[in-house]
Every structure is written in structure tokens, then in C-alpha cells.
């Protein structure tokens, strides 16, 4: 922490030097997600990283991009990755009660102390240096800080859309993982434009190895193509899904499926490239064996199994803490589910319908809440009617809230419940969330039930905070 802070170019002025407790730090990034709104953000980051001494250029990084599971991705990756001994810093948005949530070392959220300290360093270098950033630039070089300072074998940055302005998009990555594409310039097939495809592969320099796990062959051809003629290592796009435990085995297993591929890449072309001999990995390759295993060695493995990488998934936890959960000690069990689109609400409706099968629901109540533009009105009420033939439930639409800067207006009720009325499905509105949770906990009153909460960020930040609570792990 010293040789960053002693980075700051130093001025007698007690206003920019100023030390602001964590409240104070909260209130500033909570007040500065408009600031500086103009594309130019990397060039902003490149300055204020100099200051610094360029951290972000000595950290070996994985970049994840696209539309779904960009998080759940980088959770899985890194719990891999600590599996295999390294030590790895994860980068992710957006957080649903602290922006400690975003930064995560070695599978611990950093603290307090730590994220006041780096967040004025960071503040007060940008202050002193004239640089008018925006919260998203401040947080992306707290990352960059906070990662260096903690010398990480490797950093996971989550990459916003298709990552031209990221500011994170300074370092070099060794593995690009692009996630499901799901995008509204996408044709009646699926196809999107080679010129965003190339956006996305544009992340990519020689040296790294790029994956997808899309499911649109048209797409996975062109990105082929890019990828080729850009001189990164293109690898085979992933075909299976991990089996997880329902609701959470559709989109998590692509994505866990994705992270194992990621994991591995990074494994053997980066952390153990000049290894011989590998004990405990369930990733790497180990170099020079060629044949059968001798009969000393088969005895080995017979003394001490090597565990593999199915009994990994089957005892990792599918959930990302507050955004992907399913709470069973409540009454009723609650789903929490980060679903801010059509596809992804595909995926837990389906997982629910799955999870019934599995175990019948005694009552089931959905509270959906979304930001402005965030779903088709017309393709959602046809997903929910489609759903409601499946299994009976009830569902409530229901505002977002006023929260921190950086969430979207939102969804307008009336427009979708007018969607709902088209094909003949009922639904219940609800001026606020406290209004639809205590409707929901009247209409499922068996302990076998399930509310289930879905939607953008902000009706998950809701659910918390009606609860009381005022960290999620």
C-alpha cells in the first residue's frame, strides 16, 4: 500500500488530499456514476495508472465478455483456479449491497479498511492530477491497485458489453472468454453483425487464447474467423453444460462449462507452461509422458486416487451469493436470480419448472421487476404464459426502486401489464417491493412454496434490504 501511495503526485491542498472514511467513500462513487459519460474513459484510466506506475500492465488477466453469465463465469473460473494453487483476484459488476462485493481476492471480499484506503488513493490521485473520472474509471483502478498490491497469479475483469471504452481493456489478457451473445442487433437467426463480433475479438492480442461458449454457429464461424486472422489462438467453443443442482443447472452450467475451459487454457499455456511434473492439478497436462502408465505409477494412483474434476463440480456451490441463491432455510424457499433478459429468463423459468418436477411446489409467486428496455414486453408475456401452462403460480410486476447511480430507470408497468392482458395472463402490480414480497408471502403460505425474485439488480438490492440485511457475502 505505501509505494502506491507514495505514487501520488503530492500538493499542499487539504481539500484533494483529504481522507474519507468508508461512508464518505461510498457517497462520493454513489454521486459520481455520471461524470465524464464520453467513450474516453481508457484514455482517463492510462493516465491515472501512470501515476501509480502502470500496475495494470504487470498482471496476467482473463478477460470475460458478453451478454449472460459474464459474473457466474469469473466466480466459477476462480474457484478453479484457487482449486489449482494460484492466487487470483476477481473483478465484477454490478454489486448488490457494497461495492466491496466487486473486488475479490482469493475468494474473500476485500475489506473495509483496504477499500477506503485504495478508494482515496485513487480519489486523490485523480483529484491532484486533474483527472475527472467517472466511478466506474476509479473502481476499475482500485481493481487494478488492489490486485497488484496483493500479487495475484492472475485477475478476472469482467468487461462491459463488448469492452471498446472498458477501462480494463488496458491490460493484456491471456484468455478471452466470450459469454452467450444475446444482442438486439441480432437477426431472426440469431446472427449478429461481423462488425460487433469483431469488437469483441479486438480484446484479444496475439498471445491470447479466446473461447465462447455462444450457441449460434453463424456466430462461432465468424469469431473463428476473426479470431484467426487477428493472431490469437482460437479454442473449440463449449458444447457441454456442467450438471449442477436445479433451478440453477441451464445458464450455470454453460457457464461453469465456459470457467473450466478458461481455467484449463490459463493452466497450461500460462501458469504451468514449463512444468514436468504436476501433482494435485485436476487441470494441467503433465509435459513429456507419452504411453500407458507404468505399473509403479498405476500403483500410485491406486494408493492415492487423484480427484477429478466432475467430483469438483458436483461439491462446488452452483450460487453466487445474493444474486444467484436459493435461500431453502426460509419459509417459503426463495429464488433470487439476476435475470435481466429474454434469454435469461428463459433459463429460470425453465430451472424452476425443473426444480417442481424434482420436488413439487406446494405455491409458487413470481416478482419480477426490470430496468427500462431491459425485456420485450410482448416476448416476456408469451415466455410467462408459456410457463403458467407448465405450472400454476401467480406473478407480480413490480417497480425498481430509487438505488445507487449506476442502475437504469425503470420498466414501465403499465406497458407490460398491458402485454400480460393480450394473451390472457393475470398479474398483480405492486407500487413497491415491500407491497408485492408481503402479497407473495400471503398467496404461498406453505413451507414447501417458492417466491421466486427475479429481474435487474435493483429488485435483489430490494430484497435484501427488506430483510435487513447489510453485507451479502
Same mark, same amino acid.
Given at each position: 500500500?505505501?509505494?502506491?501511495?507514495?505514487?501520488?503526485?503530492?500538493?499542499?491542498?487539504?481539500?484533494?488530499?483529504?481522507?474519507?472514511?468508508?461512508?464518505?467513500?461510498?457517497?462520493?462513487?454513489?454521486?459520481?456514476?455520471?461524470?465524464?459519460?464520453?467513450?474516453?474513459?481508457?484514455?482517463?484510466?492510462?493516465?491515472?495508472?501512470?501515476?501509480?506506475?502502470?500496475?495494470?500492465?504487470?498482471?496476467?488477466?482473463i478477460f470475460i465478455t458478453g451478454t449472460n453469465g459474464k459474473s457466474l463465469t469469473a466466480h466459477?473460473?476462480?474457484?478453479?483456479?484457487?482449486?489449482?494453487?494460484?492466487?487470483?483476484?476477481?473483478?465484477?459488476?454490478?454489486?448488490?449491497?457494497?461495492?466491496?462485493?466487486?473486488?475479490?481476492?482469493?475468494?474473500?471480499?476485500?475489506?473495509?479498511?483496504?477499500?477506503?484506503?485504495?478508494?482515496?488513493?485513487?480519489?486523490?490521485?485523480?483529484?491532484?492530477?486533474?483527472?475527472?473520472?467517472?466511478?466506474?474509471?476509479?473502481?476499475?483502478?482500485?481493481?487494478?491497485?488492489?490486485?497488484?498490491?496483493?500479487?495475484?497469479?492472475?485477475?478476472?475483469?469482467?468487461?462491459?458489453?463488448?469492452?471498446?471504452?472498458?477501462? !480494463? *481493456? &488496458?491490460?493484456?489478457?491471456? /484468455?478471452?472468454?466470450?459469454?452467450? %451473445?444475446?444482442? $438486439?442487433?441480432?437477426?431472426? =437467426?440469431?446472427?449478429?453483425?461481423?462488425?460487433?463480433?469483431?469488437?469483441?475479438?479486438?480484446?484479444?492480442?496475439?498471445?491470447?487464447?479466446?473461447?465462447?461458449?455462444?450457441?449460434?454457429?453463424?456466430?462461432?464461424?465468424t469469431l473463428n474467423e476473426l479470431v484467426d486472422a487477428s493472431g490469437a489462438q482460437w479454442s473449440?467453443?463449449?458444447?457441454?453444460?456442467?450438471?449442477?443442482?436445479?433451478?440453477?443447472?441451464?445458464?450455470?452450467?454453460?457457464?461453469?462449462?465456459?470457467?473450466?475451459?478458461? !481455467? *484449463? &487454457?490459463?493452466?497450461?499455456? /500460462?501458469?504451468?507452461?514449463?512444468? %514436468?511434473?504436476? $501433482?494435485?492439478?485436476?487441470? =494441467?497436462?503433465?509435459?513429456?509422458?507419452?504411453?500407458?502408465?507404468?505399473?509403479?505409477?498405476?500403483?500410485?494412483?491406486?494408493?492415492?486416487?487423484?480427484?477429478?474434476?466432475?467430483?469438483?463440480?458436483?461439491d462446488v456451490s452452483s450460487e453466487l451469493g445474493g444474486r444467484f441463491q436459493i435461500l431453502d432455510?426460509?419459509?417459503?424457499?426463495?429464488?433470487?436470480?439476476?435475470?435481466?433478459?429474454?434469454?435469461?429468463?428463459?433459463?429460470?423459468?425453465?430451472?424452476?419448472?425443473?426444480?417442481?418436477?424434482?420436488?413439487?411446489?406446494?405455491?409458487?409467486?413470481?416478482?419480477?421487476?426490470?430496468?427500462?428496455?431491459?425485456?420485450?414486453?410482448?416476448?416476456?408475456?408469451?415466455?410467462?404464459?408459456?410457463?403458467?401452462?407448465?405450472?400454476?403460480?401467480?406473478?407480480?410486476?413490480?417497480?425498481?426502486?430509487?438505488?445507487?447511480?449506476?442502475?437504469?430507470?425503470?420498466?414501465?408497468?403499465?406497458?407490460?401489464?398491458?402485454?400480460?392482458?393480450?394473451?390472457?395472463?393475470?398479474?398483480?402490480?405492486?407500487?413497491?417491493?415491500?407491497?408485492?414480497?408481503?402479497?407473495?408471502?400471503?398467496?404461498?403460505?406453505?413451507?414447501?412454496?417458492?417466491?421466486?425474485?427475479?429481474?435487474?439488480?435493483?429488485?435483489?438490492?430490494?430484497?435484501?434490504?427488506?430483510?435487513?440485511?447489510?453485507?451479502?457475502?
Amino acid at each position: 500500500m505505501s509505494t502506491i501511495k507514495q505514487a501520488i503526485p503530492q500538493k499542499e491542498t487539504v481539500s484533494i488530499l483529504r481522507q474519507r472514511n468508508y461512508s464518505e467513500v461510498v457517497e462520493f462513487f454513489d454521486k459520481h456514476w455520471s461524470v465524464s459519460l464520453d467513450g474516453k474513459g481508457k484514455e482517463r484510466v492510462a493516465k491515472l495508472d501512470k501515476l501509480f506506475n502502470n500496475p495494470s500492465q504487470k498482471l496476467r488477466t482473463i478477460f470475460i465478455t458478453g451478454t449472460n453469465g459474464k459474473s457466474l463465469t469469473a466466480h466459477f473460473a476462480s474457484k478453479l483456479l484457487k482449486r489449482e494453487g494460484l492466487t487470483v483476484g476477481t473483478f465484477t459488476s454490478p454489486h448488490i449491497l457494497t461495492y466491496n462485493e466487486r473486488f475479490v481476492c482469493d475468494n474473500e471480499t476485500i475489506a473495509n479498511r483496504t477499500f477506503t484506503e485504495l478508494a482515496n488513493d485513487v480519489i486523490n490521485a485523480a483529484d491532484t492530477a486533474g483527472i475527472v473520472a467517472n466511478t466506474k474509471e476509479l473502481l476499475t483502478q482500485l481493481a487494478f491497485n488492489y490486485f497488484a498490491s496483493n500479487n495475484v497469479d492472475v485477475a478476472i475483469f469482467e468487461i462491459d458489453g463488448s469492452g471498446i471504452t472498458d477501462a !480494463a *481493456t &488496458l491490460c493484456t489478457p491471456d /484468455v478471452l472468454a466470450i459469454t452467450r %451473445l444475446i444482442e $438486439t442487433q441480432a437477426d431472426a =437467426a440469431g446472427k449478429l453483425p461481423e462488425s460487433l463480433l469483431q469488437e469483441y475479438v479486438s480484446l484479444a492480442k496475439k498471445q491470447t487464447s479466446v473461447v465462447s461458449a455462444d450457441q449460434n454457429k453463424s456466430n462461432l464461424k465468424t469469431l473463428n474467423e476473426l479470431v484467426d486472422a487477428s493472431g490469437a489462438q482460437w479454442s473449440m467453443p463449449i458444447r457441454k453444460v456442467v450438471a449442477l443442482a436445479y433451478p440453477f443447472e441451464q445458464l450455470h452450467g454453460r457457464c461453469a462449462a465456459l470457467a473450466e475451459r478458461v !481455467a *484449463t &487454457l490459463f493452466v497450461n499455456n /500460462v501458469a504451468n507452461k514449463n512444468a %514436468l511434473v504436476l $501433482t494435485d492439478s485436476l487441470l =494441467a497436462k503433465e509435459k513429456g509422458r507419452r504411453g500407458r502408465p507404468t505399473l509403479e505409477t498405476k500403483k500410485q494412483l491406486e494408493l492415492n486416487p487423484k480427484k477429478t474434476i466432475e467430483q469438483f463440480w458436483k461439491d462446488v456451490s452452483s450460487e453466487l451469493g445474493g444474486r444467484f441463491q436459493i435461500l431453502d432455510k426460509e419459509k417459503p424457499t426463495i429464488l433470487l436470480d439476476n435475470s435481466c433478459n429474454s434469454d435469461a429468463f428463459e433459463n429460470v423459468l425453465l430451472g424452476i419448472r425443473l426444480l417442481h418436477y424434482q420436488r413439487p411446489l406446494k405455491g409458487l409467486t413470481l416478482i419480477v421487476a426490470c430496468e427500462e428496455g431491459a425485456v420485450d414486453p410482448e416476448l416476456f408475456a408469451k415466455q410467462i404464459r408459456y410457463f403458467f401452462k407448465k405450472i400454476s403460480g401467480h406473478i407480480i410486476l413490480c417497480p425498481l426502486g430509487k438505488t445507487a447511480g449506476w442502475q437504469k430507470p425503470s420498466w414501465d408497468i403499465e406497458k407490460i401489464n398491458n402485454a400480460f392482458k393480450a394473451v390472457k395472463i393475470k398479474a398483480r402490480t405492486a407500487t413497491h417491493f415491500k407491497d408485492a414480497f408481503d402479497t407473495a408471502k400471503k398467496l404461498v403460505n406453505d413451507r414447501h412454496g417458492l417466491i421466486a425474485v427475479l429481474g435487474s439488480t435493483g429488485v435483489l438490492q430490494e430484497y435484501w434490504i427488506y430483510k435487513g440485511i447489510k453485507k451479502v457475502s
